[in-house]
Every structure is written in C-alpha cells, then in structure tokens.
C-alpha cells in the first residue's frame, strides 16, 4: 500500500512539474466571419496594430522578429496577430509565436477553409497579399500597410499622432 502511495504521488509532483510548461503555450483563437467585429469592440478607444502573417511567407517570419522586438519594447502596445492559415497549421503557427516570444499577446488563426470570405470582413479591399498590417486610431481609423515592415515604418506608423 506505502508503493502505491510513493507512486501516486510521486505521478501527481511530476505532473505539476511539467505544467509550467504547458502554460506557455499561446492561446489561439479561431477568426470566423464575426471575429473582427469582435477585435474591433474589445479594443474600442486604443490603439490597435493588427497584423496578417502566415507560416508559408518568408516576409511574413522575417517581420516576426521586428514585432517581437517592438512589443518586447512596447509591451503596452495593443498588437494582435492572425494567421491567416488554415486550422491545420495551428502547431506550426504556435512553434513560430514560442520562438519569436509572440504568445503573450492575441492570437488569432483563420478558422474557415475559405479565406474570401474571412479576408472581406477584415477588409474589403485587401485581395490576401502579406504581410498586411493595420494600425488602429483609437477613434477607429486605420491605415493599411502591405509589405515587409522595416524597424523605421512601424516605430513611425505607431507614433503617428492620427493613429493614437
């Protein structure tokens, strides 16, 4: 009965050893047709700098090290990433926001195999070239940008005083 004992509870320590580690891993929600709207109320009257990416866009990793970077220095800017892969990438995806110390901030992946109609609700005009990023007034405008964002553009694009 005592081994029994031993190793049950040596089972329950070494479960709680190895939590920590399943803390970590990045909430990813699924960005459906309503999802923006979503994005949009939650961040009502702050700034906001949404980025489209994808694990299949060598332009899209390369930026992912200057945003890391940028919110690492910037930790109270609101910047919210979507994957605009689909739902089977969701463990690529969360390889690449662990290594690039993306996982605290919001995550979102598309969640629907047609990408037309999730990209028209983001913005009716963008035709799905990335990277792709918006950045939010906190009286809701925004300006599009499309392109592999230098260090320069988005320390500027954030400072823009018709963007706070």
Avoid at 129 to 149: A, H, V
């Amino acid at each position: 009965m005592t081994y029994l004992k031993s190793l049950l509870l040596g089972l329950i320590f070494g479960a709680t050893l190895y939590q920590p580690m399943f803390a970590a891993t990045p909430n990813i929600k699924s960005f459906t047709p309503d999802s923006m709207d979503e994005i949009l109320n939650a961040n009502q009257h702050r700034s906001l700098i949404l980025v489209l990416w994808s694990i299949d866009c060598p332009s899209c990793l390369e930026e992912m090290q200057l945003l890391s970077d940028f919110h690492q220095q910037y930790p109270q800017k609101s910047l919210i990433m979507i994957a605009i892969d689909p739902p089977s990438a969701h463990e690529q995806i969360q390889l690449y926001l662990e290594q690039y110390e993306l996982t605290d901030i919001e995550n979102w992946i598309f969640a629907e195999q047609d990408p037309e109609v999730l990209r028209r609700t983001i913005d009716p005009a963008w035709r799905g070239e990335i990277p792709r990023t918006y950045f939010y007034s906190s009286t809701g405008t925004r300006k599009g940008y499309s392109g592999l964002l230098r260090k320069t553009e988005l320390e500027k694009l954030s400072r823009d005083k018709r963007l706070q």
